[in-house]
Structures are given as structure tokens and as C-alpha cells.
């Protein structure tokens, strides 16, 4: 069945740091997916998607690339900030309903 | 536009009670889904309403209920609550059909507590 691996955390990075969060999914075809983000006490928030193979999702600095090849969807972020802290989301696209991954904790610190 | 939203925000209950939970998708979104947030399992789906009809549902047992009105606002019923029913329930709106990314859209949620 549709599944999403995604990189244990948390993750701790100073500012300014590079980012990257690994993401890779199991499914039937070539589904959406996506990158969500969830702030302390707050809902989740999409970040960032891709339709098709080879798309490249971009938001707020975050980027993540569609590569069907080795079935990935990392998240990258050249510089992070204080802001930046969260908890991070991979998903896919199911029948029906979103596959999330375990979510992966981002610290930023000064 | 507003977005999704969802009362109460903050909820205990004792076990063996029951609990309905709500939601108001975006204006113009007609499908509604409803997630469960916990430490141990994560996210996952509970299901899903287009139209006032339930499409599709999760792996969960029948005491979680739910129903979407006309005006495309769900409602989430669990019944004899339990311990483990302690969580974060989500609430996602979309416009709907089958076209399209699967955009959906979430609320704050609803922390429930279940002492």
C-alpha cells in the first residue's frame, strides 16, 4: 500500500544552516506530493507541493524536487532561520485521503 | 478568506462520555476530512465527506462518527471514549473531486483530553 518514509529527528541546526529532510514514498503510480509544516500549538500548514515527476515545489526559501527515480521528495532550505523551527510533514496522495510520514522536528537555534 | 476552522479548541472528557467536534471548511470547499494526531501513531485518516456523504474511512473503530451538513460544515462524534482517544483531531477542507493535487487545507484542531 501508499506509504511515506521519512527521516527520524529531531534535528537541531544553527542559523543560517543548510536543511535538507529526507522523504521517500511508496505508491502505486506517480501521486501529489506534498510538504507540511506544523508550528507549536497550530495546525498544519502546506509548505510546498509537486504534481508530476520533475517537479520542483518552492516556498518561503523550501524546495523539494520529484524524483521518481529513487522515489524522493527531500526538503532543502539553503539558509534556516530561528523562524524556521517546526515540525516537518511529508505526504502523498492516496485513493482518498492524505499518507503522512512521521514528521520531523527542526530546531533552529541563534 | 477565512480558513478551516474548529470548536471547541481545547476539550476533557471522562471516559466511558461521549464528544462531538466541528468544523467549518474554507467557503466554497466541499469535501471535508478528519484526522487523528497522536505522539505514538501520528497522523491518520479518519475520513473523509463530499457533498453530506462519507467517502472513504479510516482504519478506526465504530465509535468514531461522523456527518457533513448542507452548508459543507462536519461534525466528528466519538462515543464511550477511552484513554487513547487522547489527541489532536485535525479537520481538512478541499474543494473536491478527484481533479487536481489533493490540496487540503487544515484547521487548529481540537485537543481532546480523555481522563
Known amino acids: 500500500g501508499d506509504s511515506v518514509t521519512q527521516m527520524e529527528g529531531p534535528v537541531t541546526l544553527s542559523e543560517e544552516a543548510f536543511l535538507t529532510i529526507n522523504c521517500t514514498y511508496t505508491a502505486t503510480g506517480y501521486p501529489s506530493l506534498f510538504w507540511y509544516v506544523q508550528y507549536p500549538g497550530e495546525g498544519l500548514q502546506l509548505l510546498l507541493k509537486a504534481t508530476k515527476a520533475d517537479d520542483k515545489g518552492s516556498n518561503k526559501g523550501f524546495e523539494a524536487t520529484y524524483r521518481k527515480e529513487t522515489t524522493s521528495f527531500h526538503l532543502e532550505k539553503g539558509s534556516v532561520q530561528v523562524s524556521d523551527s517546526a515540525v516537518y510533514f511529508c505526504?502523498?496522495?492516496?485513493?482518498?485521503?492524505?499518507?503522512f510520514g512521521t514528521g520531523t522536528r527542526l530546531t533552529v537555534i541563534p | 478568506k477565512a480558513g478551516v476552522t474548529q470548536t471547541p479548541r481545547y476539550l476533557i472528557k471522562t471516559r466511558g462520555q461521549q464528544v462531538t467536534l466541528s468544523c467549518s471548511p474554507i467557503s466554497g470547499h466541499r469535501s471535508v476530512s478528519w484526522y487523528q494526531q497522536t505522539p505514538g501513531q501520528g497522523l491518520q485518516f479518519l475520513f473523509e465527506?463530499?457533498?453530506?456523504?462519507?467517502?472513504n474511512k479510516g482504519n478506526f473503530p465504530g465509535r468514531f462518527s461522523g456527518r457533513q451538513f448542507s452548508n459543507s460544515r462536519s461534525e466528528m462524534n466519538v462515543s464511550t471514549l477511552e484513554l487513547g482517544d487522547s489527541a489532536l483531531y485535525l479537520c481538512?477542507?478541499?474543494?473536491?473531486?478527484?481533479?487536481?493535487?489533493?490540496?487540503?487545507?487544515f484547521g487548529p484542531g481540537t485537543r481532546l483530553t480523555v481522563t
Open positions: 481538512a477542507s478541499r474543494k473536491g473531486g478527484d481533479a487536481g493535487s489533493y490540496e487540503q487545507y
Open positions: 465527506y463530499f457533498s453530506e456523504t462519507q467517502r
Open positions: 505526504a502523498l496522495r492516496g485513493a482518498n485521503n492524505l499518507f
